[in-house]
């Protein structure tokens, strides 16, 4: 008899992620209920991604919204519980480092309901930002722990997590990124189906493509007017693409974060979109995650406007520099010079972290 499993999910990059897994699972014998927190829940933040990716539709949807971490995360805690009641799973799986994570792992392990933290392991190593919290709190609540590279098996390890002499029954495996198995699965759809390339005639090769939505940069006033100076500066010597998360939406609407020039702000795009954008772009700069490593797999060179990564190995590779927008650099010209790393370098897996995940669950089942 194969295991249940239920998913909790609600942010962009835990939906790409679920493209890949959630075919997996399937593939695997496994049931799956996806349990949507609604954190996301704006058609182009969420909708798009299950009707382009094919990802099943949600059994639940909690619809929590948007609010302070406590209430949000608060408010997702007491509606998962309830499903996990009613829905006794076999484990509980989570995304990443958003408040839905780590509501989902908390909810479970309260529960007896064994964790599958998929993206086990990152660490910033700075405290001040919610994700690292959020990370620590469901690594240390997880029963199985995937880790995309060799450096989250080592920091799980430096916290005493799968190392010699732990005393918690749990398992640490290093899988690769499931979002590289998203690249690849989806790079001939979106060299197929995406329109933005015509729809804003881009020339392949000569733009700019821009994301920013951290905290740390929208709601700290001088780093915002630093980022939209930079971009500015940017796009008067060649095109600028910036989807504009709605967090950052938010504070460019006053307009008190300076002029955009000639900055292309479009709406967020769907997943095909995003993939077509980074291949074809000429540098990439951005405080995101997921797109500091999907630049990297389109043999893109990426500007990480942020005061350090979780993805260490793009850095070292020469992939990636970082470029804190605190005023110690001059952004512009860091993106204008950034160039491709190490050809050769491939620190994320053979693609197949999907399956690994998927077997290894299905093998306990
Ligand atoms: C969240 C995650 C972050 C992740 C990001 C991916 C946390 C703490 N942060 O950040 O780790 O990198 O998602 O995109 O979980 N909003 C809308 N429409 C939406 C969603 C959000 O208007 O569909 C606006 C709301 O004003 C909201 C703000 O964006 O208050 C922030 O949304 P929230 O989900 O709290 O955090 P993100 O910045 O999206
Ligand atoms: N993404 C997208 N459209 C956009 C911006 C991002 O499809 O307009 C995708 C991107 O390709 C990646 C994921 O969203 O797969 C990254 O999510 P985000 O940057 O919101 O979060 P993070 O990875 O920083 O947690």
Redesign the pocket.
């Known amino acids: 008899m194969p295991g249940s499993i239920v998913t909790v999910l609600g ?3 835990q939906f ?1 992620k679920a493209a890949t897994v959630s075919r997996a699972l399937a593939a695997a014998g496994l049931r799956e209920s996806i349990v949507h927190t609604g954190q996301h829940y704006d058609s ?1 933040m969420s909708a798009v ?1 299950f009707e382009e990716l094919g990802i099943p539709a949600p059994t639940h949807h909690l619809g929590i919204g948007s609010g302070s971490h406590g209430a949000q995360t608060g408010a997702m805690l007491a509606a998962i519980e309830r499903v996990l009641v009613e829905s006794r799973p076999d484990a509980v799986l989570v995304y ?3 408040n839905s994570t780590v509501a989902g792992a908390l909810a479970a392990a309260k529960l007896q309901v064994p964790v599958a933290h998929v993206e086990a392991g990152l660490r910033s190593f700075n405290r001040r930002m919610p ?1 690292e919290l959020n990370r620590i709190a469901t690594d240390h609540l997880s029963t199985w722990l995937f880790c995309p590279t060799a450096t989250s098996v080592r920091n799980l390890a430096a916290e005493g997590i799968g190392a010699a002499g732990d005393r918690i029954a749990r398992q640490v495996c290093e899988v690769g990124d499931v ?1 590289f198995d ?1 690249t690849r699965h989806f790079g001939a759809l979106a060299a197929e189906r995406a329109r933005v390339g015509g729809s804003l005639e881009l020339e392949p090769g000569s733009f700019v493509l821009a ?1 920013i ?2 905290a740390e940069n929208t709601d700290d006033h001088s780093r915002l007017v630093r980022i939209v100076e930079a971009l500015r500066r940017l796009a008067e010597a060649q095109r600028v693409i910036w ?1 504009v ?1 709605p967090r950052t939406r938010k504070q460019l609407a006053s307009g008190e974060a300076g002029s955009l020039g000639e900055v292309e702000a479009i709406d ?4 095909l ?3 077509w954008l ?1 291949r074809h772009a000429r540098v990439v700069m ?6 500091q490593k ?1 630049a990297f797999f389109a043999g893109v060179p990426c500007v990480t406007v942020r005061d350090e990564t979780e993805w260490v190995e793009l850095v070292e590779s020469g992939w990636n520099r970082i470029a804190p927008p605190d005023g110690s650099c001059d952004l512009a010209a860091v993106v204008d010079a950034a160039t491709p790393g190490d050809p050769g370098f491939a620190p994320y897996g053979n693609g197949d972290a999907s399956r690994r995940i998927a077997e290894t669950l299905a093998d306990e089942g």
């Open positions: 942010a962009r990059p790409v182009a991604f990443g480092d958003t994700e979002m998203a994301t939505h951290r989807p998360h967020p795009v769907g997943y979109d995003m993939l980074e951005t405080d995101s995650g997921g797109v999907e």
